[in-house]
């Protein structure tokens, strides 16, 4: 089983559509979590923090239940931009950050 | 501020062959990272470097090796290519292990024939 999993997709949405994603995690003692975007052919790049108190940062919100061990983002308003690959990313501790394989959104006009 | 640099941004290279895979950066951080990354799979910690003349295994270390040659630069070698060595190479940084924020340069694509 993987330590951190998300479905891969393809999510494709029209534009202004609101889409979620899941992701789970197996290891109980991680702590902390992120949101990475990923375009195309290029670099990961941080998209935002999760708190288990949930968190808004525009169109975007991120949720973390840590019983369930369960990790979401919410985007609303879907733009022709928010097209990536979406990381969920855990940290247990000192180096060990994991990654997870993605999941790929399309927003189409 | 160019933030993380990786060079080449390309390679193809011959089972066997030899290569050294560069990256630096600018943001004055401690700790960088080397990071493969494969077709459905997120990425895996090769090696790192949580501070200057320091370097650790990470999750995939075999048949690499690395040297942090100052605070800036991070340097990834292959010594005898192999084709499952044939990925996508990330360099990250960030200002010190476990940091919140990872920072990546803009990868190396590498074939190994």
């Known amino acids: 089983r993987k330590e951190v999993e998300q479905d891969p997709g393809p999510f494709n949405v029209p534009e202004g559509a609101t889409v979620a994603f899941n992701c789970t995690y197996s290891n109980s003692a991680s702590q902390s979590f992120f949101w990475y975007r990923q375009d195309c052919r290029k670099e990961p790049k941080l998209l935002m923090s999760v708190y288990s108190s949930g968190n808004e940062d525009g169109r975007f919100t991120a949720q973390l239940n840590r019983a369930s061990q369960y990790i979401s983002l919410l985007i609303r308003d879907s733009k022709l931009s928010d097209s990536a690959t979406y990381l969920c990313v855990v940290a247990v501790g000192g180096f060990k950050t994991i990654f997870g394989a993605g999941t790929r959104l399309f927003v189409k006009a | 501020n160019a933030g993380v640099t990786q060079t080449p941004k390309f390679q193809v290279l011959k089972t066997g062959q030899s290569m050294t895979l560069q990256c630096a950066q600018d943001m004055n951080h401690n700790s960088m990272y080397w990071y493969r990354q494969d077709p459905g799979m997120g990425l895996r910690l090769i090696y790192y470097s949580a501070s200057e003349g320091t370097t650790d295994k990470g999750e995939v270390p075999n048949g690499y090796n690395v040297s942090r040659l100052n605070k800036r630069e991070f340097s990834l070698r292959l010594e005898s290519a192999a084709p499952s060595q044939t990925s996508v190479y990330f360099c990250?940084?960030?200002?010190?292990?476990?940091?919140?924020?990872?920072?990546f340069g803009p990868g190396t694509r590498l074939t190994v024939l």
């Open positions: 990250a940084s960030s200002l010190r292990v476990g940091d919140n924020e990872q920072f």
